[in-house]
């Protein structure tokens, strides 16, 4: 028997268990979107491919689950490459198909066909940062292709892929028997583990050293292994400092966790991890902000302090840093073997009641400097105020997306984040733009949570059109948009080394300006407030969550940067010899 292949797709799709399609129609992949129309599977229709792409990569983060995207080709294709390019560094899942030109028109250069360098070559566009880029050629191909391109997306470290399919390939008819066949494969890949001869030599190493440290990166909340991570902590009572993607693999006031390390780390954090004779290192790259441009002098001085490291993807082992033992394996199984060999090792575990005391003073210590800030019913805002507040009035498992600036830095710093996976944030592409829609995607995943997004003005003005479909498909998400007048992390850099703002502030008439973002909300039939005062704030914050409805909170924020103590070489770069950061702009 055959079946149109739009209709065996969404069929396939199904079978999976995909509950939404994210994208945005055209004259190519209207085909799919017709055959949607009795399906279960729901379509979320956006206005602009970015858009939709960062809906997905929230969603797929929220709901541990691969993300479909569709796309149009040429321009809808183009739009959506910064949202799946941001997927990509982060190890998100996701598959995106994408309409082609008709495979019997290549190189004629039909509507919107990229043919400069190839006939018909619109998804090698995709090629750097996706983890394969297929075009079908054949529709008997079709249902091989993307049975493939959801194991590669979900195995070994996840990432999205592409499949382009011509338009016209979406409209033939192949024998369900060839769909039927690749239904019959595993869905689910059978991950590497730590063999027992390598478990040991780790705990031993951590069972002996002075001053161990457990580095967490964002594999563990890839892998799912946040339980494991805590069960080992508390066994052996090593502290654990984490990576900007880290953040929340382990609670942050559990009496171990040490905090964020890097440029926005704090000096006894990176003290510690640089004082450290053995770091245990677990899912992380060790970015750039993240280990203070590898610097021996600040955060890691690897290799005097040896490192153990263990990561699914093999390229990550050595890439920055040297490791005295190097292990592929999923961080889950690995965490599994290594508790079950600590307890065998040190049946009765240990205690370290001194360091747990110093990190309960760090922290007291920094709250304190906090509290100047806290405190200040300065208006506009400190960005401090907004943190500790909006922290004080989402409940305890809420889900918060982050954009850039201070709402990314500032809540890595010293925003607690308490259960896994509760905090969304773009950290390898550092994507302006991504945290409003992403807010979208992490409700629909999951419903039962509150779920709000802190994003600057730069970033919401990237796209403000996510209002749109948050009003036609009701998501009840909260934004809170910390409004500066500013790209106001850029404005601080470029004014501390060049003594200007070009560029970075938003006036008009030499005045600050700002669009009144709650009035745009409105005009979308979202309910929007502009807040005039500190003090009326954390009210109206509360009244937003309670409404249960989606909600734009614009709130007016003093532009001054992110305390940091830590390093980054950008600012060698920008005045050598001179120990300059960022500074406060007035807009």
């Not at 945290?435 to 999951?446: D, F, Q, T």
């Amino acid at each position: 028997m055959k079946e149109l292949i739009s209709h065996q797709l969404v069929k396939y799709l199904e079978q999976r268990g995909v509950e939404y399609l994210f994208g945005l129609c055209g004259h190519t992949n209207i085909a799919v979107l017709t055959a949607l129309e009795n399906s279960r599977i729901k379509f979320v229709s956006t206005r602009h491919e970015q858009v939709a792409a960062h809906i997905a990569d929230g969603y797929a983060r929220a709901k541990k689950q691969t993300a479909v995207l569709l796309s149009h080709l040429g321009p809808g294709l183009t739009n959506a490459t910064t949202g799946v390019a941001n997927a990509a560094l982060d190890s998100i899942p996701m598959v995106v198909i994408a309409g082609d030109v008709p495979s019997h028109y290549y190189g004629k250069h039909p509507h919107q066909e990229v043919n400069l360098h190839a006939d018909a070559s619109q998804y090698e566009i995709y090629r750097p940062f996706v983890k394969r880029a297929w075009r079908v050629d054949r529709p008997d191909l079709f249902p091989q292709i993307l049975e493939k391109a959801f194991q590669l997306a979900e195995s070994g470290r996840p990432g999205p892929v592409l499949v382009s399919v011509p338009m016209d390939i979406f409209s033939m008819e192949i024998d369900v028997e060839l769909f039927e066949k690749v239904k019959k494969h595993t869905r689910k890949l059978h991950k590497p583990s730590l063999d027992e001869e390598v478990a040991k030599r780790i705990v031993q190493q951590l069972i002996e050293a002075r001053n161990p440290v457990l580095y967490a990166g964002g594999g563990i909340l890839i892998a799912d292994a946040a339980a494991e991570l805590r069960e080992l902590v508390d066994h052996l009572s090593i502290p654990v400092a984490h990576s900007l993607m880290g953040k929340g693999a382990l609670p942050d006031d559990h009496p171990l966790t040490l905090g964020m390390t890097g440029f926005w780390g704090t000096k006894f954090i990176n003290d510690t991890t640089r004082n450290a004779d053995l770091i245990l290192a677990l899912g992380t790259r060790f970015a750039e902000a993240d280990a203070s441009s590898w610097e021996n002098d600040y955060t890691f001085d690897i290799p005097k302090t040896r490192l153990i490291h263990i990561d699914i993807d093999p390229s990550e082992i050595g890439r920055n840093y040297p490791a005295e033992i190097g292990a592929v394996a999923d961080l889950k199984q690995a965490l599994t073997v290594l508790n079950r060999v600590a307890k065998e090792l040190l049946p009765q575990g240990k205690k370290n009641e001194e360091l747990k005391q110093k990190i309960a003073a760090n922290r007291a210590e920094f709250q304190a400097k906090n509290q100047v800030h806290i405190q200040s019913d300065a208006f506009p805002m400190t960005p401090q105020r907004i943190l500790q507040e909006v922290r004080e009035v989402l409940p305890r498992d809420a889900i918060i997306t982050t954009d850039v600036g201070w709402n990314k830095n500032g809540v890595g710093q010293q925003f607690p984040i308490y259960e896994p996976g509760t905090v969304l944030t773009p950290g390898g592409l550092a994507t302006m733009g991504f945290g409003a829609p992403a807010a979208l995607g992490a409700k629909l995943a999951r419903p039962e949570r509150v779920v709000l997004s802190l994003v600057g003005d730069g970033g919401f003005g990237q796209n403000p059109a996510v209002l749109a479909t948050a009003a036609e498909e009701n998501i009840p998400v909260v934004w809170v948009i910390m409004n500066n007048c500013a790209y106001g992390t850029i404005a601080g850099l470029q004014k501390a080394h060049f003594g200007t703002t070009l560029g970075t502030l938003f006036k008009r008439n030499g005045q600050p300006y700002s669009p009144d973002y709650a009035a745009i909300a409105r005009a979308y039939g979202i309910d929007g407030v502009k807040v005039e005062s500190a003090a009326a704030f954390k009210e109206v914050l509360t009244q937003a969550i309670a409404a249960n409805k989606p909600f734009v909170i614009d709130v007016h924020m003093q532009n001054i940067p992110t305390p940091t103590e830590g390093h980054w070489n950008i600012v060698d770069i920008y005045s050598p010899g001179h120990k300059v950061h960022h500074v406060a702009v007035d807009a």
